[in-house]
């Protein structure tokens, strides 16, 4: 029998009293009422494969699922998209010709699970959930976050597809420098943010990281309050880009912060990429971008450099690509 983590018994703490109302009359449903977002559900995520994520997510919110779910099942779709050369299947290698992946999940409760430089298995994402539901812990990393997959069930996958071997190959016969461009190499991440219909929040993260990196460097993604933040009372946020940059501003917490203090999501975002500009002087060499989803189901999106963009699906609008504004425009 798993034992049950502290996560767990305050989880079942609700469902106790809940239960106790029912014995004494008094209904949760008002309570409840007052808690559902009107705006849900929503789902909005990062680039071009975002739409394929945000079907995913959707789906499950039209059969009643639960934002957090959205948010794993979203993002699964890109981890195992081998033509999406920056997560999951087919993600480039680091420098010595590994496939090294990140993730993290997180809902608007403050629960949350991550993994970090996690080698073989496919869906990082959902070994993420596992580390949430199922251990005391936040944070997996490395070979100890492998055998944690293991344990939990997962097969191995060998990620490394052949294409992404040979463009490995032919980078280490040209060597062009370390640092990818920006916008070519640095679509490094799928990040997900979803809203149900019961006001619920949840982000999703996962990535496979900056093309050739040094062996073990993790970026944003995978870090709570960087790669991604959710908060039932204000909203959630996540990132793409240049990790680095994004984890000296703790970039996805400001945009949430910002967003508790009265601006909009798109506002927020912009607030946080400029603090992002501030904090690192190479900011014209780099890019970084924010998406947000406010409680009430508007969402907003801003970034350093043109060329990034970000899918919204809503029930008014359908799933839908938007092109946020950028701080720097092509020709400065």
Known sequence: ???????????????????????????????????????????????????????????????????????????????????????????????????????????????????????????????????????????????????????????????????????????KRDNPGYRPPINVENHDTIGLLALDAQGRLAAACTTSGAAYKYHGRVGDSPIVGAGLYADNEVGAATATGWGEAVVRACGSFLVVELMRQGHSPTEACRMAVERVIAKNPDYREIQVGFIALAKDGTTGGYCIHPNFDYAVYTAAEGNRMVVPDSKLTSDE
């Open 1 to 171: 029998m798993r034992p049950v983590t502290r996560r767990k018994f305050l989880h079942q703490v609700p469902v106790a009293l809940s239960a106790a109302s029912l014995v004494t009359g008094c209904s949760p449903t008002a309570e409840a009422a007052e808690t559902a977002g009107p705006g849900g559900p929503v789902v909005i995520s990062t680039w071009q494969h975002g739409l394929a994520a945000n079907e995913a997510a959707w789906e499950v919110l039209q059969g009643g699922g639960n934002a957090l779910d959205a948010a794993e099942a979203g993002v699964k779709v890109t981890e195992a998209d081998p033509t999406v050369s920056t997560v999951g299947l087919g993600g480039r290698p680091d420098r010595d010709g590994i496939v090294t992946l990140d993730a993290a999940i997180m809902d608007g409760a403050g629960d949350c699970g991550s993994v970090m430089a996690l080698q073989d298995i496919l869906h990082p994402i959902s070994v993420a959930r596992r580390v949430m539901d199922n251990t005391p812990h936040v944070m997996l990393a490395g070979e100890g976050a492998r055998q944690f997959a293991l344990a939990e069930g997962f097969p191995t996958t060998n990620l490394l597809t052949e294409d992404s071997k040979q463009e490995w190959e032919q980078w």
